[in-house]
């Protein structure tokens, strides 16, 4: 595998603005299991204002985080928001009241999820809202998108989005969607371990698409995960942190979304942007996956 010696660059044209690479998702910063309010709020109120005051500028969020409670936190902390903060959201589910993940891409639930996104965060228009598809909850799975992103078209030409993403799609569905509107993100698993959309990202890359990771640590096995510790014991650094640098390495189109409800681990995952991995240390983690072909 090779990589771009421009790959470590801070920051990348997203949505018509430059944002910084590192980011900060909002999802944990709702209750157990992504369910009700948090245990600290004034906690959670702080770590949102240090990560703007430390130069974050792309938050992901989504109203379904609790539901409603980590947009309701957004705008508690931020509100008015800073004119080069972009705010990406997802619509596409539901909570039940048992906190299960439930489709809910109708055009109703989409327009009702979107006019939600917007009170939630005091907002008349949304940024970004990426479009997530529910036909498996654990992953991607094949079906057609058309009738799901129709209406979320139409939500923006009438101005209630401006840009719109996908989120947990298959190559055959973000090609279906680009052939609609402008796709300006995709977000989708994708870390050291789990490496199926290595090339899916270098096309996005190539088409100035942004490709959003989640999961930056998720599906490792104890062998994958020894070989990474190895790795951060090497550079004094964390594992988290190696894992984040690895991804800012692997494309220039990688935006990283990392999430803590803890002041001083948002700190520790923002310092992963000034980590720059050698190429010896590069070759070591890229095998991490088993020799992942792209």
């Given amino acids: 595998m090779t990589h771009s010696k421009t790959t470590h660059a801070a920051s990348f044209t997203f949505a018509g603005r430059r944002v910084n690479r590192l980011g900060y998702g909002a999802m944990q910063l709702a209750g157990p299991g992504v369910f009700g309010p948090p245990k600290d709020t004034q906690a959670a109120l702080a770590v ?3 990560a703007v005051a430390s ?9 379904f985080y609790g539901p409603h409670i980590t947009n309701q936190l957004i705008r508690e902390a931020l509100h008015p928001y800073r004119d080069d903060l972009t705010i990406v959201t997802k619509i596409g589910a539901r909570r ?3 906190a299960s993940w439930q489709p809910a891409f109708s055009a109703e639930d989409l327009q009702a999820a979107v006019h939600d996104n917007l009170r939630n965060l005091g907002l008349d228009v949304l940024d970004v809202v990426n479009l997530r598809i529910m036909f498996d909850v654990h992953g991607p799975a094949e079906g057609s998108i058309e009738a799901p992103l129709t209406a979320l078209a139409e939500l923006q030409r009438r101005g209630l989005v401006r840009h719109i993403g996908l ?8 090609a279906q969607g680009r052939s609609m509107v402008e796709i300006v993100c995709v977000q989708n698993q994708y870390n050291l371990a789990h490496r199926g959309d290595d090339r899916l990202i270098d096309e996005l890359d190539a088409a100035g698409i942004a490709y959003v990771p989640f999961f930056p640590l998720g599906g490792f096995t104890p062998l994958q995960s020894t070989a990474l510790s190895d790795v951060a014991k090497a550079l004094g650094a964390t594992p988290m942190q190696v894992a984040l640098a690895w991804l800012l390495q692997r494309a220039p189109n990688i935006l990283l979304i990392p999430g803590t409800s803890s002041v001083a681990h948002l700190r ?3 310092a992963a942007a000034e980590l720059v991995l050698p190429q010896a240390l590069m070759a070591v983690l890229d095998g991490i996956a088993g020799g992942a072909a792209r």
């Fill in 96 to 98: 039940g009241a048992d």
């Fill in 268 to 270: 520790e995952n923002l």
């Fill in 55 to 63: 130069g974050v500028n792309h938050i992901d969020t989504s109203d």
């Fill in 167 to 174: 989120s947990n799609v298959t190559p055959k569905q973000i």
């Fill in 48 to 50: 949102l204002r240090e």
